[in-house]
């Protein structure tokens, strides 16, 4: 069992920043691939990025890239979602998750373990 636990959402303009957190307390965090995914109200949950057991390789959401940077810090036990360049439309409860899949993946049924989210709102 892997326990997630988000932080850093918040109300920001549009054009800003915030650097979304998420702790994966125990010695097996670097065996599990990272992503986060996001839901808007009457919307399905969609990915945002992913990154392998060593953070070597990155995957990201056409909506995120080059605003987005998804990073991980192992000794730590923490992944990491940085989004600068902010928009109205980035409104939603962020998740992070965990896959034991050895590659990158962006499709949620390879996650095996959900945090419980964290909401960003982003003001016009």
């Known amino acids: 069992q892997v326990q997630l636990v988000e932080s850093g959402g918040g109300l920001v303009q549009a054009g800003g920043s915030l650097r979304l957190s998420c702790a994966a307390p125990?010695?097996?965090?670097?065996?599990?691939?990272m992503g986060w995914f996001r839901q808007a109200p009457g919307k399905e949950r969609e990915f945002v990025a992913a990154i392998t057991r060593s953070g070597g390789n990155t995957l990201y959401a056409d909506s995120v890239k080059g605003r987005f940077t998804i990073s991980r810090d192992n000794a730590k036990n923490t992944v990491y979602l940085q989004m600068n360049s902010l928009k109205p439309e980035d409104t939603a409860v962020y998740y992070c998750?965990?896959?034991?899949?050895?590659?990158?993946?962006?499709?949620?049924?390879?996650?095996?373990?959900w945090g419980q989210g964290t909401q960003v709102t982003v003001s016009s």
């Open positions: 125990g010695r097996t965090f670097s065996s599990y691939a």
């Open positions: 998750a965990a896959s034991s899949a050895i590659v990158v993946v962006s499709t949620s049924y390879e996650y095996d373990y």
